[in-house]
């Protein structure tokens, strides 16, 4: 009964290049939500996805981020051309009614 | 525009005392409230909740109290423990909608 899984764990970019973060969610739930958390602040709301559907992407930048839940595999978030202010702490939450909001254990991307 | 304010970021209570953890709100459309508790390195994990409609909600040694005319609310743990030591975040939704996090308090129990 597997949680939240997130991968990898860390990632080092450098300026310039693209970033990929994997999220799979708990076995049977349809909803991903991305958060970001960026050092000594609180969790940002990035985007509510749904099997092949965004459903919420108010807190996504405009430009270099996007995201994805195809109907097989798991939910994308991708960041092209990083920039140093990229680098955080992203987290990815799966929900259903039954148990909630389960966060995985982030991936931790730092821009060098 | 900070609609979940934990105004705390640090906090250090002796083991065995009391903890209380605050949390204030601006969005008076939120109508469910959760306390998450995070320690270094991993993801948030759920501690309690409660709901608009009640004004307490306990759970071992963990109880939230709600005020709404006050838009307050508060994570009791008694009594503190070492391992209670993290970071605790406050978040607040309506509708099951995305959650809206607080900055976060750190607690240290003091052996």
């Known amino acids: 009964n597997a949680g939240v899984m997130q991968n990898p764990r860390h990632l080092v970019r450098r300026r310039g290049q693209e970033a990929r973060l994997r999220c799979s969610p708990m076995?049977?739930?349809?909803?991903v939500y991305w958060y970001r958390q960026l050092p000594e602040e609180g969790l940002k709301f990035m985007v509510y996805l749904q099997k092949e559907n965004i459903i919420d992407e108010s807190g996504m930048p405009k430009e270099r981020f996007s995201a994805e839940f195809p109907k097989e595999g798991p939910s994308i978030l991708r960041i092209q051309q990083v920039v140093r202010g990229d680098s955080a702490a992203y987290f990815c939450?799966?929900?259903?009614?039954?148990?909630?909001?389960?966060f995985g254990s982030g991936t931790r991307l730092t821009v060098v | 525009d900070q609609q979940v304010k934990q105004n705390s970021p640090s906090l250090s209570v002796q083991e065995g005392r009391i903890s209380i953890l605050n949390c204030d709100y601006t969005?008076?459309?939120?109508?469910?409230f959760l306390w998450y508790k995070k320690y270094p390195a991993e993801g948030p994990t759920f501690l309690i909740s409660?709901?608009?409609?009640?004004d307490k909600n306990e759970d071992g040694r963990f109880t939230v109290f709600l005020n709404k005319s006050a838009k307050h609310l508060s994570l009791h743990i008694v009594p503190s423990q070492p391992g209670d030591s993290a970071v605790y975040f406050c978040a607040a939704n309506f509708g099951n909608e995305k959650l809206t996090f607080g900055t976060g308090t750190r607690l240290t129990i003091i052996p």
């Open positions: 969005n008076s459309m939120f109508d469910y």
């Open positions: 939450a799966s929900y259903s009614e039954g148990t909630g909001y389960t």
């Open positions: 409660i709901s608009s409609i009640k």
């Open positions: 076995k049977g739930h349809s909803h």
